[in-house]
């Protein structure tokens, strides 16, 4: 079984700070799921490899130089 994300309460306080003054019990739901999914896709940038910053800059950088050579061959 997967563990649950935690939130932090004093990051949804300050997000229902940000809300109006009447707010739905739906409204409310929202901003909470809103603040679970970013907290998920913060966990999961830092735990996932991915590509370093130096292997992009390195692809994106052949990538510019094919389309430039593409360019200029019409």
Known sequence: MEEELLLD???VIESFGNLPDKV???QLIERIL???LINERLLEANTT???SHEQFIKEFGEYKAQKKAEKQSR
Do not use: L, S
Request: hydrophobic residues 25%; aromatic residues 8%; proline residues 8%.
């Open 9 to 11: 309460k004093n990051q």
């Open 24 to 26: 739905t019990a739906d």
């Open 49 to 51: 490899p991915g590509t």
């Open 34 to 36: 809103f603040i679970r």
